[in-house]
T-cell receptor, first 115, second 116 residues
Framework: DQQVKQNSPSLSVQEGRISILNCDYT??????FLWYKKYPAEGPTFLIS?????DKNEDGRFTVFLNKSAKHLSLHIVPSQPGDSAVYFC??????????????FGQGTILTVHP | NAGVTQTPKFRILKIGQSMTLQCAQD?????MYWYRQDPGMGLKLIYY???????DKGEVPNGYNVSRSTTEDFPLRLELAAPSQTSVYFC???????????????FGPGTRLTVL
Protein backbone atom coordinates (compact mmCIF):
# COMPACT_ATOMS: atom_id res chain seq x y z
CA ASP A 1 0.00 0.00 0.00
CA GLN A 2 1.87 3.00 -1.34
CA GLN A 3 0.67 6.00 0.66
CA VAL A 4 2.92 8.44 -1.18
CA LYS A 5 3.33 8.05 -4.92
CA GLN A 6 5.54 9.69 -7.47
CA ASN A 7 4.20 8.32 -10.72
CA SER A 8 6.93 9.69 -12.98
CA PRO A 9 10.14 7.69 -12.56
CA SER A 10 12.08 10.25 -14.60
CA LEU A 11 11.89 13.75 -16.05
CA SER A 12 14.15 15.41 -18.57
CA VAL A 13 14.21 19.20 -19.10
CA GLN A 14 16.36 21.79 -20.81
CA GLU A 15 18.48 24.17 -18.78
CA GLY A 16 16.61 27.37 -18.04
CA ARG A 17 13.16 25.80 -18.40
CA ILE A 18 10.76 24.83 -15.62
CA SER A 19 10.89 21.41 -13.95
CA ILE A 20 7.66 20.18 -12.39
CA LEU A 21 7.76 17.12 -10.18
CA ASN A 22 4.53 15.63 -8.92
CA CYS A 23 3.50 13.66 -5.87
CA ASP A 24 0.19 12.16 -4.74
CA TYR A 25 -0.76 10.84 -1.33
CA THR A 26 -3.63 8.80 0.01
CA UNK A 27 -3.42 9.17 3.78
CA UNK A 28 -5.60 12.09 4.87
CA UNK A 29 -3.72 12.23 8.17
CA UNK A 30 -0.61 13.59 6.44
CA UNK A 31 -0.25 17.28 7.15
CA UNK A 32 3.41 18.07 6.57
CA PHE A 33 5.19 17.47 3.29
CA LEU A 34 8.82 17.66 2.33
CA TRP A 35 10.95 17.35 -0.77
CA TYR A 36 14.39 15.82 -0.57
CA LYS A 37 17.10 15.79 -3.20
CA LYS A 38 19.55 12.94 -3.51
CA TYR A 39 22.78 12.67 -5.45
CA PRO A 40 24.38 9.26 -6.11
CA ALA A 41 26.31 7.81 -3.16
CA GLU A 42 25.00 10.52 -0.82
CA GLY A 43 22.17 10.73 1.67
CA PRO A 44 19.01 12.70 0.89
CA THR A 45 19.23 16.42 1.64
CA PHE A 46 16.28 18.57 2.59
CA LEU A 47 15.05 20.94 -0.09
CA ILE A 48 11.75 22.51 0.90
CA SER A 49 8.66 21.73 2.94
CA UNK A 50 5.06 22.79 3.31
CA UNK A 51 2.51 22.52 6.06
CA UNK A 52 -1.09 21.63 5.27
CA UNK A 53 -2.22 25.05 6.45
CA UNK A 54 -0.55 26.55 3.38
CA ASP A 55 -0.99 25.94 -0.32
CA LYS A 56 2.33 27.36 -1.47
CA ASN A 57 5.84 27.75 -0.14
CA GLU A 58 8.68 29.36 -2.02
CA ASP A 59 12.42 29.30 -1.50
CA GLY A 60 14.50 30.84 -4.25
CA ARG A 61 14.12 28.80 -7.42
CA PHE A 62 12.04 26.16 -5.63
CA THR A 63 8.30 26.37 -5.02
CA VAL A 64 6.07 23.66 -3.58
CA PHE A 65 2.33 23.71 -4.19
CA LEU A 66 -0.16 21.72 -2.12
CA ASN A 67 -3.68 20.84 -3.22
CA LYS A 68 -5.24 19.16 -0.19
CA SER A 69 -8.57 18.37 -1.82
CA ALA A 70 -6.76 16.47 -4.57
CA LYS A 71 -4.13 15.08 -2.17
CA HIS A 72 -1.50 16.31 -4.58
CA LEU A 73 1.66 18.33 -4.30
CA SER A 74 4.17 19.50 -6.83
CA LEU A 75 7.67 20.93 -6.83
CA HIS A 76 8.53 23.61 -9.36
CA ILE A 77 12.13 24.48 -10.15
CA VAL A 78 12.60 27.67 -12.14
CA PRO A 79 14.96 28.08 -13.88
CA SER A 80 16.33 24.55 -13.96
CA GLN A 81 20.10 24.15 -13.85
CA PRO A 82 22.31 21.15 -14.69
CA GLY A 83 23.30 20.95 -11.01
CA ASP A 84 19.66 20.19 -10.21
CA SER A 85 20.04 16.78 -11.85
CA ALA A 86 19.36 14.32 -9.03
CA VAL A 87 16.69 12.04 -7.60
CA TYR A 88 13.86 13.95 -5.92
CA PHE A 89 11.84 12.31 -3.16
CA CYS A 90 8.51 13.49 -1.88
CA UNK A 91 7.87 12.66 1.79
CA UNK A 92 4.93 13.10 4.13
CA UNK A 93 4.42 13.15 7.85
CA UNK A 94 1.44 13.21 10.17
CA UNK A 95 1.70 15.50 13.15
CA UNK A 96 0.05 14.05 16.18
CA UNK A 97 0.67 12.13 19.34
CA UNK A 98 2.30 9.02 17.92
CA UNK A 99 3.82 10.29 14.68
CA UNK A 100 7.22 11.13 16.15
CA UNK A 101 8.20 12.77 12.89
CA UNK A 102 8.17 9.52 10.93
CA UNK A 103 8.35 10.11 7.19
CA UNK A 104 6.68 8.15 4.41
CA PHE A 105 8.54 8.48 1.12
CA GLY A 106 7.55 8.26 -2.51
CA GLN A 107 9.60 6.20 -4.96
CA GLY A 108 11.53 9.16 -6.28
CA THR A 109 11.80 10.93 -9.64
CA ILE A 110 15.09 11.16 -11.50
CA LEU A 111 15.46 14.69 -12.85
CA THR A 112 17.94 15.30 -15.65
CA VAL A 113 18.61 18.88 -16.72
CA HIS A 114 20.37 19.14 -20.08
CA PRO A 115 22.70 22.09 -20.81
CA ASN B 1 29.48 19.89 13.01
CA ALA B 2 29.88 16.58 11.22
CA GLY B 3 26.09 16.13 11.14
CA VAL B 4 25.03 12.50 10.77
CA THR B 5 27.83 10.01 10.18
CA GLN B 6 27.51 6.35 9.19
CA THR B 7 30.03 3.52 9.10
CA PRO B 8 30.91 1.48 7.17
CA LYS B 9 30.21 2.93 3.71
CA PHE B 10 30.16 -0.50 2.07
CA ARG B 11 29.93 -4.05 3.34
CA ILE B 12 29.50 -7.50 1.84
CA LEU B 13 28.09 -10.19 4.11
CA LYS B 14 27.53 -13.88 3.67
CA ILE B 15 24.11 -15.33 4.44
CA GLY B 16 23.76 -15.91 8.17
CA GLN B 17 26.48 -13.49 9.23
CA SER B 18 25.75 -10.62 11.56
CA MET B 19 26.89 -7.04 11.66
CA THR B 20 26.19 -3.66 13.20
CA LEU B 21 25.70 -0.52 11.15
CA GLN B 22 26.89 2.49 13.10
CA CYS B 23 25.18 5.88 13.16
CA ALA B 24 26.13 8.96 15.13
CA GLN B 25 24.97 12.58 15.16
CA ASP B 26 26.49 15.61 16.84
CA UNK B 27 23.51 17.96 16.61
CA UNK B 28 21.99 16.94 19.96
CA UNK B 29 18.90 15.68 18.15
CA UNK B 30 16.49 13.68 20.24
CA UNK B 31 14.87 11.73 17.38
CA MET B 32 16.77 9.26 15.22
CA TYR B 33 15.66 6.93 12.42
CA TRP B 34 16.88 4.05 10.28
CA TYR B 35 15.64 3.68 6.72
CA ARG B 36 16.44 1.29 3.92
CA GLN B 37 16.24 2.08 0.23
CA ASP B 38 15.85 -0.69 -2.30
CA PRO B 39 16.54 -0.04 -6.01
CA GLY B 40 13.84 2.08 -7.64
CA MET B 41 12.00 2.45 -4.36
CA GLY B 42 11.59 5.11 -1.76
CA LEU B 43 13.00 4.94 1.72
CA LYS B 44 11.22 2.69 4.18
CA LEU B 45 11.43 3.15 7.94
CA ILE B 46 13.00 0.25 9.86
CA TYR B 47 13.22 1.56 13.43
CA TYR B 48 13.17 4.88 15.17
CA UNK B 49 14.05 6.32 18.57
CA UNK B 50 12.62 9.31 20.41
CA UNK B 51 15.43 9.48 22.94
CA UNK B 52 18.05 7.48 24.77
CA UNK B 53 16.61 4.17 25.92
CA UNK B 54 13.44 4.46 23.80
CA UNK B 55 13.06 2.70 20.47
CA ASP B 56 10.15 1.46 18.38
CA LYS B 57 9.47 -0.42 15.16
CA GLY B 58 8.85 1.22 11.84
CA GLU B 59 7.36 -0.22 8.68
CA VAL B 60 9.94 -2.97 7.97
CA PRO B 61 11.59 -4.04 11.28
CA ASN B 62 11.88 -7.80 10.72
CA GLY B 63 15.47 -9.06 10.80
CA TYR B 64 16.82 -5.96 12.56
CA ASN B 65 17.41 -4.72 16.08
CA VAL B 66 18.38 -1.36 17.48
CA SER B 67 19.52 0.20 20.72
CA ARG B 68 19.92 3.79 21.88
CA SER B 69 22.12 4.09 24.93
CA THR B 70 23.18 7.68 24.23
CA THR B 71 21.66 10.70 22.48
CA GLU B 72 24.41 10.61 19.86
CA ASP B 73 24.46 6.96 18.75
CA PHE B 74 21.84 4.73 17.16
CA PRO B 75 23.32 1.44 15.88
CA LEU B 76 21.35 -1.00 13.72
CA ARG B 77 22.03 -4.69 14.18
CA LEU B 78 21.49 -7.46 11.61
CA GLU B 79 21.62 -10.82 13.37
CA LEU B 80 21.24 -13.35 10.53
CA ALA B 81 21.86 -11.63 7.22
CA ALA B 82 19.62 -12.65 4.33
CA PRO B 83 19.77 -11.67 0.62
CA SER B 84 16.53 -9.71 1.11
CA GLN B 85 18.49 -7.32 3.33
CA THR B 86 20.67 -6.23 0.43
CA SER B 87 19.95 -2.51 0.36
CA VAL B 88 21.27 0.96 1.11
CA TYR B 89 20.73 1.94 4.72
CA PHE B 90 20.29 5.55 5.81
CA CYS B 91 20.30 6.94 9.30
CA UNK B 92 18.59 10.26 10.01
CA UNK B 93 18.00 12.57 12.94
CA UNK B 94 15.83 15.52 13.84
CA UNK B 95 14.93 17.72 16.75
CA UNK B 96 11.20 17.88 17.26
CA UNK B 97 9.45 20.41 19.41
CA UNK B 98 7.22 17.75 20.83
CA UNK B 99 5.65 14.40 20.07
CA UNK B 100 3.24 16.06 17.68
CA UNK B 101 5.83 18.19 15.96
CA UNK B 102 7.37 17.83 12.54
CA UNK B 103 10.75 18.99 11.37
CA UNK B 104 13.44 18.42 8.81
CA UNK B 105 15.29 15.13 9.05
CA UNK B 106 19.03 15.20 8.37
CA PHE B 107 20.44 12.11 6.71
CA GLY B 108 23.77 10.36 6.81
CA PRO B 109 25.60 9.31 3.61
CA GLY B 110 24.35 5.73 3.78
CA THR B 111 25.77 2.22 4.07
CA ARG B 112 25.56 0.00 1.00
CA LEU B 113 25.09 -3.59 2.15
CA THR B 114 25.21 -6.68 -0.05
CA VAL B 115 24.29 -10.11 1.30
CA LEU B 116 25.49 -13.04 -0.81
Amino acid sequence: DQQVKQNSPSLSVQEGRISILNCDYTNSMFDYFLWYKKYPAEGPTFLISISSIKDKNEDGRFTVFLNKSAKHLSLHIVPSQPGDSAVYFCAASAAGGTSYGKLTFGQGTILTVHP
Amino acid sequence: NAGVTQTPKFRILKIGQSMTLQCAQDMNHNYMYWYRQDPGMGLKLIYYSVGAGITDKGEVPNGYNVSRSTTEDFPLRLELAAPSQTSVYFCASTRLAGVGGTDTQYFGPGTRLTVL
